[in-house]
């Protein structure tokens, strides 16, 4: 279980690949503090701390994760959002993130306005019930607020600090992004959908 705030921006400094997936190594501040079979969330997708050392850490992806997520289409030297998992003591200060992608999102348009960020993401028409407005929504393990609903599309808006301190900074119109809708949402439509019957 993650919260969506991300804790640093780290590094893809190697790919290989390993029986039909792929294994990542990752250089990051904290990972001297990991451990093997730790949780981790990389770019708002769950891994598994494989292997890490001083200045890295190494995690494998499966075909399923390859295939559902962006992390198929990363190249070394990209820059991942990441995040180690809720410690029970710890404030909740995002929204409850699972790091189950429910689907990948593309960013239509980001665009500047005043000092903040607005973003537009489309996403497959069959999530259209998840998006709620104020709502929150996982976007590369970020968690946000939508702050505007449009046909199969929502706008999230970015101050500064998450800007910068994210990977964000480096997206261009037209980038995947990993979306994973509230699970409290998620539950409420399950429930719903069951009452139908």
């Known amino acids: 279980m993650f919260t969506g705030i991300i804790q640093e921006v780290g590094q893809l400094l190697q790919i290989d690949p390993s029986d039909g997936g792929r294994e990542l190594t990752i250089a990051c501040g904290f990972a001297d503090e990991l451990q093997v079979d730790q949780s981790i969330s990389i770019n708002g997708v769950c891994h598994t701390v494989t292997r890490h050392n001083e200045t890295t850490f190494t995690v494998q992806s499966v075909e399923e994760t390859l295939r559902k997520t962006n992390i198929g289409d990363l190249v070394e030297e990209d820059l991942l959002n990441l995040e180690r998992s809720l ?3 710890q404030l909740l200060d995002g929204h ?5 992608v429910d689907a990948i999102g593309t960013i239509q ?6 000092s903040d960020w607005l973003l537009t993401v489309s996403y497959p028409a ?3 019930a998840l998006v709620v407005g104020r709502g929150s929504i996982a976007l590369d393990g970020i968690s946000l607020t939508v702050a505007r609903e449009q046909e199969n599309a929502f706008t999230v808006a970015i101050i500064p600090y998450t800007y910068e301190h994210t990977n964000l900074k480096t997206r261009n119109a037209g980038d995947t992004v990993n979306l994973e809708f509230d699970v409290l949402g998620k539950y409420v439509i399950k429930y719903m959908e069951n009452r139908r019957k």
């Open 109 to 114: 348009q980001i665009e500047k306005e005043g």
């Open 96 to 100: 409850l993130v699972q790091g189950h």
């Open 87 to 89: 410690r029970p003591d």
């Open 126 to 128: 069959e999530h259209t």
